[in-house]
Structure formats: structure tokens, C-alpha cells
């Protein structure tokens, strides 16, 4: 039987750890295939993991568009020029417009590290110390309008560190992020995730067509 193609594209703005992970787990398999890479950032670390690995890169910063709504439309056009049927921001540290997500209806992805709806938005890693929380985790969540406050796909909680260092728990909350997130590409490319009908905050999800 041949696999359906499943092409799949990532934005990032950072380090790009997440990109590597999808890089090695699922970039080539089971007809997943990352056909581009997009940063709002010209210096991000995440282009080179994407160059390397011999993925098309292209850069849409704010400064070269008129508003954030030019540069969404320059940057879904290019995606969809590329075949995109699922937009993976991972470390895409900017909020896309509306215009951008009616152009991926439901398709788009977020990994965010928190166990959402607790800790949305910037420094979710440090706050969850400041609060003394006991338990974190990761979220990898359908992206609406919102700050990280779409339909959740897959959770993982993530215990705090005994000592309650901050990098420690950033290195666990990391290594769970890279379990997480490609195993959310994979159930998508599956065909295994899906909103329910009658509640679009509840996403089924078949865990068994992948596992860890
Ligand atoms: C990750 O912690 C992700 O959850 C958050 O930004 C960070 C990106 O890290 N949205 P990297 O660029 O993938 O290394």
C-alpha cells in the first residue's frame, strides 16, 4: 500500500530544537515530509538545523512587510506554494493573524510548555517555579486567535525537579516537548486527531495508530 503524502511545513523563531526533533523522528516517514521552514527571525539558529538537513528556508521578517497581516499573507502564500497541509510552529515567538489561519483551517500547531490553560503565553517555564507549582508539563494544541488558548491534542505532564532548578526543569519539560510534538505530527498524518462536531474544544485523538 502506498503511504499517503502528508507535507508539512515549520515556523520558528529561536534554537529550533523542536524543528530538530521532528527532523529526526519524522521528516521522511510514514509520508511525512517538512517541505519548508519559516522564521521571523534572520539570525535564527533553527534555519541552519533546517539547511542542513536540505529543507527549503525562507525569512518573513516584520521590518520588510507594511504590518504583521502583510507579512501572514507573503508568508501562508509561500507555504501553500510549497504544498503545506500542516503549519508546526515550534518556538514561533509571535501571534499569527486570522488571515493566516483561514488560510490553514484547523492546521495549524503549537507546543507550548505548560500544561495548559495554566501558564499561556511568554516565560510559562519560569512562572510555574514562581507559582510553586509541583507538576508542569506540555500541551501541543490546535492554534486559534487566542495566546496558546486553542483545542488541546496532547498533554504531558512534566514533574518539578526536587531541587527546583530552572534548567533542569526546562531540560525535562525540552525532552518531553520532543516526544510530544512528533508524535502529534504523526497521529495528524494518520488521520488519527479529530474536533469533534458538536464541541470544537474536544479533540479525539486515536493514540493508538502511533506509539512513543
Ligand atoms: C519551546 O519551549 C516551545 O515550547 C516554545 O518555544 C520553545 C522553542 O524551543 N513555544 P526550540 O526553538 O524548539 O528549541
Not at 53 to 62: L, N
Request: charged share 25%; glycine share 10%.
Amino acid at each position: 500500500m502506498s503511504e499517503k503524502r502528508f507535507p508539512i511545513a515549520v515556523l520558528v523563531s529561536g534554537t529550533g530544537t523542536n524543528l530538530q526533533a521532528l527532523i529526526d523522528k519524522v521528516h521522511g516517514r510514514e509520508g511525512i515530509e517538512i517541505v519548508g521552514v519559516a522564521s521571523n527571525q534572520p539570525g535564527a539558529q533553527a534555519l541552519e538545523r533546517a539547511q542542513r538537513a536540505g529543507i527549503a528556508t525562507a525569512v518573513f521578517s516584520a521590518e520588510d512587510h507594511a504590518d504583521r497581516g502583510a507579512r501572514d499573507r507573503a508568508m501562508a502564500a509561500w507555504l501553500k506554494e510549497r504544498g503545506a497541509e500542516l503549519v508546526v510552529l515550534a518556538g514561533f515567538m509571535e501571534l499569527v493573524t486570522a488571515a493566516f489561519l483561514g488560510e490553514f483551517p484547523a492546521q495549524v500547531i503549537n507546543v507550548h510548555p505548560a500544561l495548559l490553560p495554566a501558564f499561556p503565553g511568554v516565560r510559562a517555564i519560569e512562572r510555574q517555579l514562581e507559582h510553586g507549582v509541583k507538576v508542569g508539563g506540555v500541551t501541543v494544541h490546535f492554534v486559534d486567535e487566542g495566546v496558546d488558548s486553542g483545542p488541546i491534542i496532547l498533554q504531558r505532564a512534566v514533574p518539578v525537579p526536587y531541587t527546583r532548578d530552572v534548567e533542569e526543569f526546562e531540560r525535562r519539560l525540552h525532552e518531553t516537548e520532543h516526544v510530544l510534538l512528533p508524535k502529534a505530527v504523526s497521529l495528524l498524518a494518520a488521520g488519527a486527531v479529530r474536533i469533534d462536531k458538536d464541541n470544537t474544544r474536544i479533540v479525539h485523538v486515536d493514540e493508538g495508530a502511533h506509539g512513543d
